[in-house]
Every structure is written in structure tokens, then in C-alpha cells.
């Protein structure tokens, strides 16, 4: 599903609609997306920053500073020319999102951002994710199993089961049904956070 949103894979059978375009017009919104399917894809003997020039040229974005600005945003302003095999795997995630934000995406994907990570890569990931929703307003379309991390990001629910869409949930009417059902989950109500997070279970075809 998600490889579908972000243009890397056709859909078998149905359409997508992405920003009101569907078919061969979403050829014209796909810079509007931004994603960061499994593990990225990094150079480790190159630098955080190198690895974002790199991404930064092949979209044509050539503005001054814009690396290390990015570097800024998901926390790593302060790793200077450390090669990125030397990296935590919660950096190398971190530096994943950093690719993914080139080119100033209004959606972003994260597929299993937090799998493989330690309680500390996961609230670095997860602080990231929190800190572009607040700061930039930006819609991310999380997958992930972990429903206990994602309780404390997600705003709206969407429940896949073997490829279908089962239903949709608003975070309150999910915690409404945890309740009927006696497992309450400890959630994060933050009522002030402008855009949306989203939080997609499974990994079949919208």
C-alpha cells in the first residue's frame, strides 16, 4: 500500500487519488510526497550531510544551507563529517526522514519507522515525528505493529486487515472502544497539535 502511495509500485486492481489527482496525473503530485519505505537507502562512508547533497541535486534543490537545516530538524545538526556506517540505527532513521523531506513534502510516509529500534531510537523517532507535525503541519501516514508507540502520536486510525481497509477511527473513538473492551492504552492527548498523524496497521492495498 504505502509503496503504492509513494510511486514505487502500481496497484494490481482500483486507483488511488492523491491531492485530487488519480491515474496518470499523479505523476504530478509525486514530489508533494515524501516517504521512507523499510531501511534507507544510505551511503555509509559518506556523511549525513553528503548523503542529503546528493539527494538534494538529483531534485534540483540548490539552496544554501538547506542540508544542514534539514540535519536541524531531525536532530542531527551535531554530527559534523562522522561517516554514516558509524551511525546508531536510531540516527540512520533519523537520517532516512531527513532524505525524505528533500524537496518539502506535504505528505510524508514512514513504513515501520521504529522497527529494530532501542527505547532510545524509538523516542528519538518518535519526537521527530511529533516535532513536523508541530513545526511544519505536515500529514504523515504511519505503518507499524507497535500499537502501544503509535498510541502516543497517532491522531486517526485506519485498521487493514489482508489487504482491506476494515474501518477508520479518530483516536478518542478508539480509546472509547479500548474501554469497552478493558484494555485501555496510556495516550497523549495533544489537543493544540496542528496537520494530522495517521496510523495504519498491516500492510495491504488501500
Known amino acids: 500500500t504505502l509503496q503504492m502511495i509513494s510511486g514505487l509500485a502500481s496497484p494490481t486492481a482500483g486507483e488511488i487519488e492523491l491531492f485530487g489527482c488519480r491515474g496518470r496525473d499523479l505523476s504530478r503530485i509525486r514530489s508533494r510526497v515524501g516517504c521512507l519505505i523499510e531501511g534507507p537507502g544510505l551511503y555509509g562512508s559518506m556523511s549525513a550531510r553528503d548523503n542529503l547533497k546528493m539527494k538534494s541535486m538529483l531534485l534540483g534543490v540548490y539552496k544554501r544551507g538547506y542540508e544542514e537545516e534539514l540535519l536541524d530538524i531531525v536532530g542531527l545538526g551535531g554530527v559534523g563529517k562522522k561517516p554514516v556506517k558509524r551511525y546508531s540505527l536510531g540516527m540512520k532513521q533519523r537520517l532516512g526522514i531527513a532524505l ?38 505536515m500529514t504523515i501516514l504511519i505503518s507499524s505493529h507497535i500499537l502501544e508507540e503509535l498510541s502516543k502520536i497517532a491522531t486517526d486510525y485506519g485498521i487493514i486487515h489482508n489487504g482491506t481497509l476494515l474501518q477508520e477511527l479518530t483516536n478518542e473513538e478508539l480509546m472509547e472502544k479500548c474501554v469497552l473492551c478493558g484494555r485501555m ?22
Open 185 to 206: 492504552v496510556p495516550v497523549r492527548r495533544d489537543s493544540h497539535i496542528a496537520g494530522r498523524r495517521y496510523y495504519v496497521e498491516g500492510a495491504g492495498q488501500l
Open 100 to 137: 525524505a523531506l528533500v524537496g518539502e513534502p506535504d505528505l510524508l510516509v514512514l513504513d515501520e519507522p521504529i522497527n529494530g529500534l532501542d527505547p532510545q531510537g524509538i523516542a528519538e523517532v518518535r519526537d521527530t515525528v511529533l516535532k513536523l507535525n508541530r513545526e511544519r503541519n
